[in-house]
């Protein structure tokens, strides 16, 4: 078994990450023909390890029914994101966390959770594709405009989008520092 840290985690991705997406949000609340509209983000994550990263995000999107409601709202979530395989250049990945739901204008304001899955592929060093969905529960039963049945409202969003990684190399130097190589090891010296 090799003595030598696993590194690909800093060669593809990094500790710091600015991500962008585009895609549908679509309603899960009291009326029937919710229709897909446009949603999209932009967020920061941080990783604390190479499977653990704290995000927080802005996220803007518009909730429709056929023919009876067309409104915009905006979240601003925080996450914890898991990563399990960090070192290859695919890897699902899972969220969940809360925050807060408004309308436009912070008309209607109420708090959330959220969770959801999706998965990466670094297409080149340092950037991300990615392709996910998340489920989000309103602690509220207006968000749709009207209060029916007892279960608060909800909406699902899917998205497509690109991480940008940047930093850890310090963080890969110090990993590499105690490898031992063969020139530490045999030195070359000059003989006389």
């Known amino acids: 078994m090799s003595n030598i840290p696993q590194t690909d985690f800093y060669d593809y991705r990094g500790t710091n990450v600015v991500d962008i997406s585009i ?58 994101e898991l990563l399990p395989f960090p070192h290859e250049r695919f890897s699902p990945f899972a969220y969940f966390g809360g925050g807060i739901h408004a309308s436009n204008y912070f008309n209607e304001v109420a708090p959330k959770v959220q969770g959801g899955l999706g998965v990466e592929y670094i297409v080149y060093e340092g950037i991300g594709l990615t392709l996910y969905s998340d489920y989000n529960a309103v602690f509220s039963d207006e968000v749709d405009g009207r209060i029916f049945g007892e279960t608060d409202d909800a909406y699902w969003r899917i998205a497509i989008g690109l991480n940008f990684y940047f930093g850890g190399q310090k963080k890969k130097q110090k990993l590499l520092q105690n490898v031992p190589s063969v020139i530490k090891t045999n030195p070359i010296t000059s003989q006389k």
Do not use: C, E, Q, T
């Open 23 to 80: 895609g549908s949000a679509v309603m899960n609340g009291d009326y029937p023909d919710p229709l897909f509209d446009v949603y999209w983000h932009f967020g920061y994550k941080r990783y604390i390890i190479p499977y653990v990263s704290v995000d927080i995000g802005y996220h803007k999107f518009n909730l429709v029914y056929k023919d009876l409601f067309n409104n915009g709202y905006m979240s601003f979530d925080a996450n914890v």
